[in-house]
């Protein structure tokens, strides 16, 4: 053995002990790397509002979350001071939705989906799961299962759960196998106006609020809070106060008010109700006339709709590609339009279009499913309106089927003198029909192209003959589909073989 042959063994060997090494170590020493390698995905991002991100539960680094994200059991999510989440479960269809400033973490085990809110305020909705995957809830008391209901969470750090049944009812069960039932019960204090999560347009920085109490105290002290967010609230004075109606200072953009009812001395907090919403700034039209008030008009929210909000399938013909169009409504205030496709879980275009664009297109790496999303903005990059998801099968134009012999015979025998008539069923769409005449020998002897459905051969020598036909569609392409048609000539044929022409020889 050479010594460059040894050389090369041996660089090979230490390739391979070092390839070893390197993955024991990582899978055996190293577990904060893990990577989701035929994992089924347990959850999706419907929703995104600013920056959230998510981690895995012995991963060192945070990432940032998108939109359409997929997210995979033992993963945590956590929310900035001014994000929003929303979130999908694929199995159960819950629907999971985390505020500004709360960490969760998400499992699967035996079919189950368990939450874990480690702080902040979180909204579940599993009233539309028909499937037998259960959401559960992890507390101190044991488990929360949610299956059919809705409720509101809330866990400030180092405290005690908090869980508010909306709809239905939750059932815990707890270490020691007993289980107790908490059910839906109606709010004692309520604020009815603004709407949770609405857009309002206003001129000045205020807002009415509107709030029921069950049980009117007039002992009571009533104290207002406004902030962005749940952690920064600070106390305002309403600038009008009526029955159970008071209109607050607030700011252009997010805003969180909370409502408190304490006792005459304010330091107990006997009743508490809270919402979110976003004010936006109206501009009021300039009136010509001095004397005349200048007449508003009310701007509506801005919409995005598909032309075709059910999933639709698009045939190509040369490179794979997604056509998309939509409807943009109400787009006074629109500054620009964020579109982004993505395959599966993963973001492969994003483009940033104007206000006035209705219409996309673009090339794909492959055919196949993919989703797409339009989400509209102001000028500071505000949402003001985000469109269904668009499902979108790109797919390759079918090539023509293989025409139909009008005897539905693949093999069939021509006359004695040689003639045979051969006719197919005719086709739509097609350009012209091609051809191909092999002689007994497998020697192809004619090649042409036509448009009329029929062909008349004639001159056959005994023996069998393949006759192939196929066709040209309207887009020049040539069918792989192909009808063959076996055409056995007797030998008893009235054909006469050539001859030799008469030779004299001296």
């Known amino acids: 053995m050479s010594a460059n042959t040894k050389r090369i063994i041996i660089s090979f060997l230490v390739s391979i002990v070092g390839l070893c090494a390197t993955s024991f170590y990582f899978t055996k020493y ?22 959230s991100r998510r981690k895995l539960a012995q991963h060192r680094t945070w ?89 509101t969470v809330s866990k400030e750090k180092n405290n005690d759960l908090n869980l508010n049944v909306i709809t239905g009812r939750a059932k815990v069960t707890k270490a020691d196998g007993q289980s107790a039932v908490i059910e839906f019960k109606k709010p004692s204090l309520i604020i009815t106006e603004p709407e949770a999560l609405s857009v309002i347009e206003s001129q000045q920085p205020e807002m009415k609020i509107v709030w029921l109490s069950a049980e009117p105290n007039t002992n009571e002290k009533l104290v207002f809070k406004v902030g962005t967010k749940r952690s920064d609230l600070l106390e305002v004075k309403p600038s009008l106060l009526g029955s159970n109606k008071v209109n607050l200072p607030v700011k252009f953009g997010k805003n969180f ?101 209705t219409k996309f297109k673009a090339k794909l790496p492959k055919s196949g499913r993919y989703l797409a999303s339009i989400e509209a903005v102001d000028t500071v990059d505000n949402r003001l309106a985000q469109s269904k998801i668009k499902s979108i099968v790109s797919e390759q134009l079918a090539y023509l089927a293989s025409p139909e012999w009008t005897d539905a015979k693949p093999t069939s025998d021509a006359d004695l003198n040689g003639v045979y008539l051969a006719r197919w069923k005719p086709l739509d769409n097609i350009v012209e029909y091609s051809l191909e005449l092999v002689n007994p020998s497998g020697k192809v002897i004619r090649t042409w192209s036509q448009k ?17 036909l196929t066709t040209l569609d309207q887009f020049k392409r040539i069918s792989p589909n192909k009808s063959v048609k076996i055409i056995r000539v007797a030998d008893n044929s009235a054909i006469d073989a050539p001859k030799l022409k008469k030779m004299r020889f001296k």
């Not at 089924?40 to 920056?51: G, I, Q, R, T």
């Not at 001071?81 to 479960?89: G, K, Q, T, V, Y």
């Not at 459905?453 to 069998?464: D, S």
């Open 30 to 51: 190293y577990p904060s790397v893990q990577f989701h390698i035929d994992e089924k995905p347990l959850a999706k991002v419907e929703k995104l509002e600013n920056s």
């Open 63 to 151: 990432q940032i979350v998108e939109f359409g994200d997929s997210l995979y059991s033992g993963e945590s999510i956590k929310t900035s001071p001014d994000a929003d989440i929303s979130i999908r479960f694929l199995d159960s269809n819950t629907i999971l939705n985390l505020e500004a400033d709360s960490l969760i973490t998400i499992k699967k085990n035996k079919g189950e989906i368990s939450l874990n809110l480690i702080e902040g305020h979180l909204f579940v909705d599993s009233t539309q799961n028909d499937s037998a995957a259960s959401v559960k809830l992890e507390s101190k008391d044991g488990l929360i299962d949610l299956l059919k209901t809705s409720v």
């Open 257 to 357: 008010v909370q409502l408190e009812i304490r006792s005459v001395d304010g330091n107990k907090v006997l009743q508490a109700a809270s919402v979110r919403f976003s004010l936006q700034q109206k501009i009021s039209a300039v009136s010509e006339v001095t004397n005349v008030p200048a007449v508003e008009k009310v701007r509506a929210t801005a919409q995005i709709v598909w032309n075709s909000e059910a999933e639709e399938v698009q045939n190509f013909v040369g490179d794979p590609e997604v056509n998309l169009q939509w409807t943009l409504q109400n787009k006074e205030s629109v500054q620009k339009l964020n579109l982004k496709i993505f395959e599966d879980d993963k973001l492969i275009l994003s483009e940033v279009l104007t206000a006035d664009q």
């Open 452 to 468: 009329n459905n029929f062909v008349q051969l004639k001159n056959l020598l005994p023996g069998e003959y393949k006759l192939t």
